[in-house]
């Protein structure tokens, strides 16, 4: 029997932590609960969570600094549960690596909506190609099966699911332009949000992992008022 997802939920609120406890089992979600980063790395090393549900304001280490912790670590979801709504915020959000972003107070239907599609992205597999293939450009390779990218010199270089998500996109149509849309729809589907700006935030965080092991060579290149292309050509190995 396949194993309920595992849900982490990192709040200073004991009543929001226990809420969610109490809520998420019913929709087949297994529920940790942690109330500083210390702890919750913690669990991620004894029992790692496949998402993390992550407040800002917490004591001590604020949770900007705990989302780069576990980006440095683990290839997980991670939504950003706040009460904390300004559009800077969200941005540095997902400038850290959140997935998604939700403000408090939240419905918890949609949460659960939220939470399914992080994972769904996760888990699917949007590129085609045959069993144990991968995609190459440049000399980097993208790892359709293990969802994982080298570089150059053979270096794993971590991606958020979403990065993961928009690359492959860019692999599956090198050489054209993507409009912010298209990615959108690709990366999201039907729960994008109205909030698409992220779509610049994450394609500049990909750039710049891509551009800092070449040199600084542009593999993703802007087009002014149009989108994204990906410009060297792609084989599949």
């Known amino acids: 029997m396949k194993s309920a997802p595992h849900i982490a939920v990192l709040d200073d ?5 226990q809420l969610l406890a109490n809520y998420l089992p019913s929709h087949g979600f297994r529920v940790s609960q942690v109330h ?14 496949d998402l993390v549900l992550l407040d800002l304001g917490l004591p001590g280490e604020d949770g900007f600094s705990i989302a780069r912790r576990l980006r440095g ?3 997980i979801g991670l939504i950003i549960v706040t009460g904390r709504g300004d559009a800077v915020d969200k941005v540095v959000g997902l400038e850290v690596g959140a997935d998604d972003y939700v403000t408090k107070p939240f419905d918890l239907r949609e949460l659960v909506a939220r939470i399914k ?6 888990l699917a597999h949007p590129l085609t190609p045959p069993a144990g293939s991968s995609l190459q450009f440049a000399g980097w390779r993208l790892d359709v099966q293990a969802r994982s990218l ?5 270096t794993d270089v971590a991606l958020t699911s979403g990065e993961f998500e928009l690359l ?6 090198p050489g054209r332009v993507l409009s912010r849309d298209f990615l959108l729809e690709h990366t999201r589907g039907r729960e994008a949000a109205p909030f698409d700006r992220t779509i610049d935030v994450q394609v500049g965080r990909l750039r710049r992992k891509l551009q800092a092991q070449q040199g600084g ?19 599949h190995g």
């Open 13 to 17: 609120e004991v009543d929001i932590t």
């Open 36 to 49: 500083d980063g210390d702890a919750l790395i913690r669990l991620m090393e004894h029992d790692p969570a």
């Open 73 to 75: 670590r683990w290839q």
């Open 117 to 122: 599609a992080v994972l769904r992205r996760l």
């Open 150 to 154: 080298r570089n150059p010199q053979g």
């Open 168 to 173: 492959s996109a860019f692999a599956q149509h």
């Open 217 to 235: 060579t542009e593999i993703i290149k802007s087009v002014r008022g149009a989108g994204y292309i990906l410009v060297p050509p792609v084989a």
